[in-house]
Nanobody, 125 residues
Framework: QVRLVQSGGGLVQAGGSLRLSCAAS????????WTWYRQAPGEQRELVAD???????NYADSVKGRFTISRDNARDTLFLQMDNLKPEDTAVYYC???????????????????WGQGTRVTVSS
């Protein structure tokens, strides 16, 4: 009942910037926490940054000071501003949402984990 669609990404030179977006759609839902992950070729998926519904943020050490996670609650959209990109940032980036689907009665509300389709970011040296 909740779908995430990612946009942004692409090819950029080292030192450049990119902005990723992740828009949620569906009916009768709200987003609790958002997370960006990435997976480089041959590597495990790793957490990049997350943001709670109160706005608290957390970053991987490798991206601190270069990436900024933000959310637009009115549009149910997540962003990742990536500046000063490095070749080691090359990966497929995924957004993830903890979504609450609201039933007519709150006691039937459900929490879902929803993933975006992934978007490729390539940073050339």
């Amino acid at each position: 009942q909740v779908r995430l669609v990612q946009s942004g990404g692409g090819l950029v030179q080292a030192g450049g910037s990119l902005r990723l977006s992740c828009a949620a759609s569906g009916s009768r839902f709200s987003i609790n926490d958002w997370t960006w992950y990435r997976q480089a070729p041959g590597e495990q998926r790793e957490l990049v940054a997350d943001i709670t519904n109160t706005g608290s943020v957390n970053y991987a050490d490798s991206v601190k000071g270069r990436f900024t996670i933000s959310r637009d609650n009115a549009r149910d959209t997540l962003f990742l501003q990536m500046d000063n990109l490095k070749p080691e940032d090359t990966a497929v980036y995924y957004c993830r949402a903890e979504a609450k689907v609201h039933a007519l009665s709150p006691k039937y509300d459900r929490t879902l984990e929803v993933w975006g389709q992934g978007t490729r970011v390539t940073v050339s040296s």
